[in-house]
């Protein structure tokens, strides 16, 4: 298991990076007005990270011919994330990022 906190820090930091700067993943005030009431973390963020510890941490190399990704609910700034990778199918690696607590 991976896990880690996501903090304005970094989406500051990936906003400039990708250029989007939409208040619901910047603005505290904003964020608090609106649904879901936080900052919510970038979603290609929270995948870039996955591949990244995947890349980092695996003892397996994958050829990223086909990805698919489903966000069942938002990650919100703060929230401790963890992740799962699975590589027991050599045809196929599966990740999964849950929010706990």
Known sequence: MINRV?????QICFSKLSQDYNPIHLDELWARKNFPG?????????????????????????????????????VLLGDFVETSIDNSNNDE?????????
């Open 6 to 10: 996501f903090r304005l820090e970094d």
């Open 38 to 74: 936080k900052i919510v973390v970038y979603g290609i963020s929270i995948v870039l990270w996955i591949l990244e510890e995947l890349a980092t941490k695996s003892n397996y190399s994958p050829n990223l011919d086909n990805l698919k990704v489903e966000f069942l609910k938002p």
């Open 93 to 101: 690696i599966s990740a999964h990022a849950y929010i706990q607590g």
